[in-house]
């Protein structure tokens, strides 16, 4: 468990499913990383992931997705305008004000937002509006939180 595992290349360019990476967790199910945007809040590099064949990654029931890191990105959806601060478990905050996005992120708080497509909302939870700083604590846990 909390290993990183995809299949080996087959060396053909028209097919992804090689190149799809789960997380292995605890709960002994493997979780994809909907996008390089979402793993790379996790991982810096692909040096962790351990190529298995498919008979063992067939054996590995899914999980749900991977969701940002908390406190790495701010994320929106592509047809919704808010913006949101992601926190543990893959809980999304809305962000109240600019104001408040500066304070947390900085000036430059508008080039660290990620779109998520709508498809993907579901892998989320939404919790209570981030009205000032002091609402928000930047958590940086050590693995994907939404397998805790």
């Known amino acids: 468990t909390g290993s990183l595992v995809k299949l080996p290349d087959d060396g053909n360019p028209n ?3 090689d190149t799809a990476v789960y997380y ?7 979780h994809a990383f909907p996008n390089s945007k979402v793993y790379f809040t996790w991982y810096a590099n692909f040096d962790s992931v351990t190529v298995v064949p498919l008979t063992t990654l067939a054996s590995m029931p899914l999980g749900k997705n991977v969701t940002y890191r908390p406190g790495v990105r701010m994320v929106k959806f592509t047809t919704v305008n808010t913006v949101y601060a992601v926190a543990k478990g893959g809980t999304l905050r809305a962000i109240a ?4 996005a500066i304070s947390l992120y900085g000036a430059t708080w508008n080039k660290q937002i990620d779109d998520i497509n709508d498809a993907f909302y579901a ?3 939404f ?3 981030i009205n000032s700083a002091s609402d928000y604590k930047l958590p940086f846990p050590p693995k994907p939180s939404i397998l805790d």
């Open 15 to 17: 097919t992804q499913e």
């Open 24 to 30: 292995y967790g605890k709960d002994c199910k493997r």
């Open 97 to 100: 004000s600019e104001a408040v």
């Open 123 to 125: 892998n989320y939870l």
């Open 127 to 129: 919790g209570a509006n």
